[in-house]
């Protein structure tokens, strides 16, 4: 059987409970985490579009119908009008609080937006296979994750990481830069090792980085508040001694100095965690542009000597980067379905 999708959604070939937000998109693979992904944070939108209506329809047909369906709430029974209402009801919109979070990069497609079904998962009582072109199922796709699996998720910062809770993940809204809107302005470099602030954009951004031993603190201890680079950080602060501290200060529409200082522990503590990547932007409302800035800070040989002070070999530089792109749909390859309705032994 074949069935037509409506061209902004690509369906996987199963649905799961992760919207895959901010994810890298693959025709072959599905969602999948590709180099340097961070957490984006979400927010979930009831959906009383007709479209989304018809696709999660076609989606649900594929799957062999509302019996493939079965609320998650344990003894409750739909059915006929009341199940199809309930479907209605629980159609979502999964999308990121802030496009410019998601780590574009220009010839890779990522999932933005994800038609979310709550409160509802799969009976397996159907055996439904989508696969690109006329040969089966697409390779990879029958495993692409679930909430424990994805345990690692929702590292410091991370927000909700692109979950919805209980569900299903129906259809992924894919896109990418638009390679001829993309503007880039010179990178920015600063290294940081002296220890003193560097302004990265005049009068308006400002960062510096500073050694700290918690010992040296009044209370002698990390403030409950402090904000780390990585999960890993942040789940052993209270056996982290020694830190370098990230402060960011950024001068806001009105005027006002605000900071954010992020902890980065030393390599024998934290092996990942000497490396950070913020983004911040806004959306031009004429041409819906993303304006995006950009800072990657990298520290190099960030251990320390016996004396537990910097090795001689620190190092750490900041690259400040800003640039402006539109964004395109990445159209789905068109889908053949089959399915199965008979039960599973």
Aim: glycine residues 8%; charged residues 25%.
């Amino acid at each position: 059987m074949e069935a037509m999708f409506e061209p902004v959604y690509h369906v996987p070939t199963k649905p799961v409970e992760l919207a895959y937000i901010g994810f890298e998109w693959s025709d072959k693979m599905g969602p999948v985490k590709g180099p340097g992904w961070r957490p984006v944070s979400t927010e979930s939108l009831r959906s009383l579009s007709d479209l989304h209506n018809k696709t999660a329809d076609r989606a649900i047909l594929a799957l062999g119908g509302m019996p493939s369906l079965v609320p998650v709430k344990a003894g409750v029974a739909l059915g006929g009008s009341n199940k199809r209402e309930a479907i209605a009801q629980g159609l979502r919109i999964i999308r990121p609080r802030a496009l410019w979070e998601i780590r574009f990069e220009p010839k890779r497609q990522y999932v933005t937006e994800a038609l979310y079904l709550e409160n509802f998962e799969l009976s397996h009582k159907t055996n439904t296979k989508i696969g690109v072109g006329a040969q089966g199922t697409v390779p990879g796709t029958e495993a692409l994750g679930s909430v424990s699996a994805m345990g690692a998720i929702g590292a410091e910062g991370g927000g909700d990481a692109g979950t919805a809770g209980q569900g299903l993940a129906l259809a992924y809204k894919v896109q990418e830069i638009d390679t001829y809107s993309l503007e880039e302005k010179p990178d920015v470099v600063a290294s940081l090792s002296d220890g003193q602030p560097h302004e990265l954009i005049p009068d308006k951004l400002e960062i510096s980085l500073k050694f700290q031993d918690v010992l040296n603190l009044p209370t002698r201890q990390w403030p409950d508040s402090q904000q780390w680079a990585c999960l890993q950080g942040r789940q052993m602060a209270d056996r982290i001694n020694q830190a370098w501290l990230l402060t960011l200060r950024k001068r806001d529409a009105d005027g006002v100095w605000r900071s954010r200082v992020t902890a980065l522990p030393p390599t024998r503590m934290a092996s990942d965690c000497q490396h950070v990547v913020t983004f911040d932007g806004y959306i031009d409302s004429q041409d819906g542009r993303i304006h995006r800035n950009k800072l990657v800070v990298a520290l190099d040989n960030a251990d320390l000597d016996h004396h537990m002070r910097p090795s001689a070999g620190f190092q750490a530089t900041a690259t400040f980067k800003q640039s402006s792109f539109t964004l395109k749909d990445v159209a789905p390859p068109t889908p053949v379905i089959t399915t199965d309705l008979r039960h599973e032994p």
